[in-house]
T-cell receptor, first 118, second 113 residues
Framework: GAGVSQSPRYKVAKRGQDVALRCDPI?????LFWYQQALGQGPEFLTY????????KSGLPSDRFFAERPEGSVSTLKIQRTQQEDSAVYLC????????????????FGPGTRLLVL | AQSVTQLDSQVPVFEEAPVELRCNYS??????LFWYVQYPNQGLQLLLK??????LVKGINGFEAEFNKSQTSFHLRKPSVHISDTAEYFC???????????FGPGTSLSVIP
């Protein structure tokens, strides 16, 4: 079956531009997560959705970062006025989420979007 | 705050040799522990996880890990590696079943033919 897909796979932006990154989770998965992975580091949690509700956005680094999942399936991570320090791979993951956000459920990761801000 | 330490940033090993990737975590409470693998140009994939019960956890692709509470460690092992095991390996921890997952910096495993 289809896994988590993300688009675009690569994005080059000029500093100050807005970007939008898309995540298509596995069909039927309730929980959706966004992570930021800087070069040479592990992923860092950004935000979590359960269906369309954004239950945790504690990892968003600034108010320039915004995520939405309006219909409880596809999610978009938007970064406004991009800065060079935003350059990273942005990972999306989904899980069944039938019991809320629980580590007992495996998160399935997409291939990521590599963002380079010049 | 929780943190995960992976002391070895790069581990080269010959094909068919055993390997151990080290992971230590800091937490004063019960934790859930994970190992993920990231192959080149692919997303992260769960190798194994420790939630409770037996401290020896077996995962996919012949990997296993042992939870040692007294040493706050969760080292990953494989008795005989293959070229296809070349990848980045991440150890991760979560404090509770509803808490966010904290990832370590990763260990790059290179299997040499």
């Amino acid at each position: 079956g289809a896994g988590v897909s993300q688009s675009p796979r690569y994005k080059v932006a000029k500093r100050g531009q807005d970007v939008a990154l898309r995540c298509d989770p596995i069909s039927g998965h309730v929980s959706l997560f966004w992570y930021q992975q800087a070069l040479g580091q592990g992923p860092e949690f950004l935000t979590y959705f359960q269906n369309e509700a954004q239950l945790d956005k504690s990892g968003l680094p600034s108010d320039r970062f915004f995520a939405e999942r309006p219909e409880g399936s596809v999610s978009t991570l938007k970064i406004q006025r991009t800065q060079q320090e935003d350059s990273a791979v942005y990972l999306c993951a989904s899980s069944l989420g039938t019991s809320g956000r629980t580590v007992h459920e495996t998160q399935y990761f997409g291939p990521g979007t590599r963002l380079l801000v010049l | 705050a929780q943190s995960v330490t992976q002391l070895d940033s790069q581990v080269p090993v010959f094909e068919e040799a055993p390997v151990e990737l080290r992971c230590n975590y800091s937490s004063s409470v019960s934790v859930y522990l994970f190992w993920y693998v990231q192959y080149p140009n692919q997303g992260l994939q769960l190798l194994l996880k420790y939630l409770s019960g037996s401290t020896l956890v077996k995962g996919i692709n012949g990997f296993e890990a042992e939870f040692n509470k007294s040493q706050t460690s969760f080292h990953l092992r494989k008795p005989s590696v293959h070229i296809s095991d070349t990848a980045e390996y991440f150890c991760a921890v979560s404090k509770t079943s509803y808490d966010k997952v904290i990832f370590g910096p990763g260990t790059s495993l290179s299997v040499i033919p």
